[in-house]
């Protein structure tokens, strides 16, 4: 039901920005486009986004899209996996909607994530059809993507708020330096998820956003307008602010992946089928499993 | 072939013009560009002053003044422009029995050419070799002066400089001018001078040029340019539509842009549009597949009544309006 | 020309009367489609008596092109005479070249429905696009390309005003220095051609 009006509503938005014939930065806008680039008191964006997109942004992304994983790999030769026990009991911690919703997200990601990189690196694809391609996929499935993260903030806002038990995990960086089975101070999502969730969610908004921006060009934004930002300085920082989240995203999205699928064994069946073994509850969760046993649960 | 800049001939076109212009006297004559230089031969497309306006006026001799002719000619001072009459006096020669049969009445009717042959032999021009004029004294004003548009928004200006008594059969059209700017004091009703004219990015042309796409799109859309003061006497925002009411009880609603080019006492519309009128959209009336790229309200809905006193050209640049938000 | 000339537009803003005649051209020239203008005249501080002028914009085909230094498809190129050019096969229409121009010059024809943005299209000082020389197919993508016929970009040759110039950037500001030392006492010289035109010579 959601999903309609999301996609009505980009529909409408969409028509929007065909209704324009001519550019935005061109038109009307071009005497302040172009004083927007380097005048006294303007925001210099162009020359920053030149210098970024022709020196940083490449080598940083292959700094996360090899770097990441170099590091993983490190830590699963040096430290090894965590493995739990398949014996005790399993603790049932996601409902059907919250893995289903997971899913698309997971999907639009699969998809999001290779797309967006083929077309940073577009010249060692040799661009053309193949690269238009990508950007026509990373555009659509950012309609998964926004079905999937709606809901996602709503349902796992409630226990994703700052907690004491966050700073004592990110002192220890999660147990994850070590193989020992002490119990982690964690609720039911520990620091490092609550991170990747406001990345994935606020972080998410905002890449659809600036996304939207640089996809459709016209967009215009009266509150922008009225604070002197022109359309060309919008979409400058759009550029910026994407590829900066983009290297976050990758670098963050990559870590999940790792933890869930080899990092600690078996936790990605708790997304497929919604169950927890209990002593991976017990060691990594451990407020949430005390919690859990205050209620009878367990 | 031809020289770049003076289009003369030269080699093998010697003595011809690119492009053959006006005018052309004999078959052999090259034409001339030129509109006056008597350091040339007319042959070689000199000319002098054509005789245009009688042999006198108000015991002005009208030829040109002695040794005043194209090089080369046969007669050095000024000459009337040759007829059949005149010719073998002012050109000093004979025409034969056959020649005086063929001959036309005057230069312009000469189908023989005999007139045009004889005259370059003896290096004259057929029009003749006269005096341009400076007063013009078939017209009302022989001299320009100023008189006030029929509307204008000077009552003082219009007794200082009245315009003409009216004109009946004016082109078979009772004209009116005196009874029409001394029926009422126009500039109560309408207080705000009213300018149309062209865009200089539409070349000049008129409604044509709403056909080309190109053009359309530099101005897709009728306006008045309006001055921000006067705009906002009337509470006229930058963009939002205003109706422009005439002296002849019309009124168009077209868009108003702010534009400091106009100062605060008129307004300026432009007379590229067409298809609109009085607000209402009439362009589904224009013939399947003929309806322009941009349409809009005419300027000339409201331009206001007056002709010229010699052409019976509609006046369009002066006149008076009133304006309110709509 | 020189041997290492380099090719670039000048607008002189004394001169231009923003008659539009040139982006005009342009479009017509190039057949370019609806709402795409390679070229556009500005006028700045219309109507406030001694400030305003117009000039005449389009791609100033930069010595150092912030676009082709951002592309993500490495589409741009940069002629030995100084023309910035881009590969339309190549280009993905990320619109990053915008970004990074000065100028607002990249223009986004929309492509089909719910305005999705084609590849980048901009002003190539009529000298086509890689395709093969005054090919059919450089004709459709990139206009015409009459800097190979030895014919100056369409633009500045209808200029009526001769505002907007084109040629090595050596003599164009000889040109335009010249302009400059005789405002206010004319030219010492006839006007271009008068003694020909009207004199006795040829």
């Given at each position: 039901m959601k999903s309609k009006y999301i996609i009505i509503a980009l529909l409408a938005l969409s028509s929007l920005a065909f209704g324009a014939s001519e550019s935005?930065?061109?038109?009307?806008?071009?005497?302040?486009?172009?004083?927007?680039?380097?005048?006294?008191?303007?925001?210099?964006?162009?020359?920053?986004?030149?210098?970024?997109?022709?020196?940083?942004?490449?080598?940083?992304?292959?700094?996360?899209?090899?770097?990441?994983?170099?590091?993983?790999?490190?830590?699963?030769?040096?430290i090894g996996p965590m493995i739990f026990s398949h014996d005790r009991k399993k603790i049932y911690v996601f409902t059907l909607f919250h893995r289903v919703i997971h899913a698309i997200a997971g999907v639009s990601f699969i998809?999001?994530?290779?797309?967006?990189?083929?077309?940073?690196?577009?010249?060692?694809?040799?661009?053309?059809?193949?690269?238009r391609v990508c950007k026509e996929i990373h555009a659509i499935s950012t309609l998964l993507f926004i079905v999937s993260i709606v809901p996602m903030f709503f349902m796992w806002l409630r226990w994703m708020f700052i907690h004491l038990d966050d700073i004592k995990w990110l002192m220890i960086v999660g147990g994850y330096l070590n193989k020992d089975k002490k119990p982690v101070p964690a609720g039911r999502f520990n620091a490092g998820q609550k991170t990747w969730y406001w990345l994935a969610t606020l972080g998410g908004f905002i890449m659809i956003g600036t996304g939207a921006a640089m996809y459709f060009q016209d967009i215009r934004l009266d509150i922008l307008a009225s604070n002197h930002i022109s359309q060309i300085d919008f979409l400058r920082a759009s550029a910026i602010v994407h590829n900066a989240l983009g290297l976050a995203v990758v670098a963050l999205f990559f870590t999940h992946v790792y933890m869930a699928v080899f990092a600690i064994k078996g936790a990605i069946h708790s997304m497929i089928d919604g169950h927890k073994e209990e002593e991976e509850v017990e060691i990594l969760h451990s407020s949430y499993y005390r919690e859990l046993k205050e209620k009878g649960e367990v | 072939m031809f020289d770049q800049i003076s289009g003369r001939g030269y080699g093998e076109m010697k003595g011809e013009y690119y492009g053959l212009p006006w005018p052309v006297w004999t078959e052999t004559h090259g034409g001339s560009p030129l509109l006056y230089n008597i350091n040339r031969s007319v042959a070689e497309g000199g000319m002098g002053f054509r005789n245009r306006f009688g042999?006198?006026?108000?015991?002005?001799?009208?030829?040109?003044?002695?040794?005043?002719?194209?090089?080369?000619?046969?007669?050095?001072?000024?000459?009337?422009?040759?007829?059949?009459?005149?010719?073998?006096?002012?050109?000093?020669?004979?025409?034969?029995?056959?020649?005086?049969?063929?001959i036309g009445k005057n230069w312009k009717v000469d189908t023989s050419n005999i007139i045009a042959?004889?005259?370059?032999?003896?290096?004259?021009?057929?029009?003749?070799?006269?005096?341009?004029?400076?007063?013009?004294?078939?017209?009302?004003?022989?001299?320009?002066?100023?008189?006030?548009?029929?509307?204008?928004?000077?009552?003082?200006?219009?007794?200082?400089?009245?315009?003409?008594?009216?004109?009946?059969?004016?082109?078979?059209?009772?004209?009116?001018?005196?009874?029409?700017?001394?029926?009422?004091?126009?500039?109560?009703?309408?207080?705000?001078?009213?300018?149309?004219?062209?865009?200089?990015?539409?070349?000049?042309?008129?409604?044509?040029?709403?056909?080309?796409?190109?053009?359309?799109?530099?101005?897709?859309?009728?306006?008045?340019?309006?001055?921000?003061?006067?705009?906002?006497?009337?509470?006229?925002?930058?963009?939002?539509?205003?109706?422009?009411?005439?002296?002849?009880?019309?009124?168009?609603?077209?868009?108003?842009?702010?534009?400091?080019?106009?100062?605060?006492?008129?307004?300026?519309?432009?007379?590229?549009?067409?298809?609109?009128?009085?607000?209402?959209?009439?362009?589904?009336?224009?013939?399947?597949?003929?309806?322009?790229?941009?349409?809009?309200?005419?300027?000339?809905?409201?331009?206001?009544?007056?002709?010229?006193?010699?052409t019976q050209i509609p006046e369009t640049k002066g006149g008076l309006c009133r304006i309110e938000f709509a | 020309m020189s041997e290492n000339a380099r090719l670039k537009f000048y607008c002189d803003e004394h001169r231009c009367i923003s008659c539009d005649g040139c982006s005009v051209a342009c479009a017509e020239a190039h057949e370019l489609p609806a709402g795409i203008n390679r070229r556009k005249v500005i006028t700045m501080n219309e109507g406030i008596l001694g400030l305003e002028y117009s000039l005449s914009i389009a791609c100033m085909h930069c010595t150092d092109a912030p676009c082709e230094q951002v592309c993500p498809t490495d589409c741009f190129y940069i002629r030995e005479d100084g023309i910035v050019l881009h590969d339309k096969e190549k280009c993905i229409g990320c619109a990053y070249c915008l970004y990074a121009c000065p100028f607002g010059a990249p223009q986004f024809p929309s492509d089909g429905a719910f305005g999705i943005k084609g590849v980048m299209d901009k002003c190539t000082m009529c000298a086509g696009g890689p395709e093969e020389t005054n090919s059919h197919k450089e004709r459709e993508m990139y206009g015409q390309n009459r800097i190979s016929e030895g014919k100056v970009p369409v633009c500045a040759a209808m200029c009526s005003t001769k505002a907007l110039l084109v040629g090595d950037s050596a003599e164009i500001s000889d040109i335009y220095r010249e302009r400059v030392l005789s405002v206010g006492h004319g030219v010492k010289t006839q006007p271009y051609g008068w003694s020909t035109a009207y004199g006795s010579k040829i």
């Open positions: 935005v930065v061109w038109s009307d806008n071009l005497i302040d486009n172009i004083l927007g680039y380097d005048k006294k008191g303007s925001l210099h964006l162009g020359q920053y986004f030149t210098i970024l997109q022709s020196t940083y942004f490449k080598p940083l992304f292959l700094g996360v899209l090899f770097g990441v994983p170099a590091v993983f790999l490190l830590h699963y030769m040096v998809l999001l994530i290779p797309t967006g990189l083929i077309m940073m690196f577009a010249s060692t694809f040799g661009g053309g059809e193949f690269v | 042999l006198e006026h108000d015991g002005q001799d009208l030829l040109a003044g002695a040794g005043s002719a194209p090089k080369d000619s046969a007669n050095k001072d000024g000459y009337p422009e040759i007829t059949a009459k005149n010719i073998e006096e002012v050109l000093g020669i004979k025409l034969t029995a056959d020649e005086k049969k063929r042959e004889k005259c370059m032999q003896q290096g004259m021009a057929p029009y003749g070799n006269a005096k341009a004029r400076a007063k013009v004294w078939t017209f009302p004003d022989q001299i320009p002066m100023h008189r006030e548009p029929i509307h204008s928004p000077r009552q003082d200006l219009v007794k200082q400089y009245p315009t003409y008594e009216d004109k009946r059969d004016h082109y078979r059209v009772d004209t009116q001018y005196a009874s029409k700017q001394n029926e009422q004091d126009w500039s109560k009703d309408f207080p705000i001078n009213l300018v149309t004219g062209r865009l200089v990015n539409m070349n000049g042309a008129g409604m044509e040029n709403r056909a080309s796409k190109y053009l359309a799109a530099l101005t897709p859309e009728m306006f008045c340019s309006i001055n921000p003061d006067l705009a906002g006497k009337y509470g006229i925002r930058d963009g939002s539509m205003m109706w422009i009411h005439s002296p002849e009880g019309t009124k168009i609603k077209v868009k108003a842009k702010y534009s400091f080019s106009v100062p605060e006492d008129r307004i300026f519309m432009p007379f590229h549009f067409a298809g609109h009128f009085q607000g209402e959209d009439l362009s589904h009336k224009y013939p399947k597949g003929t309806k322009p790229y941009a349409v809009g309200e005419s300027a000339n809905t409201v331009t206001n009544y007056g002709y010229d006193i010699i | -």
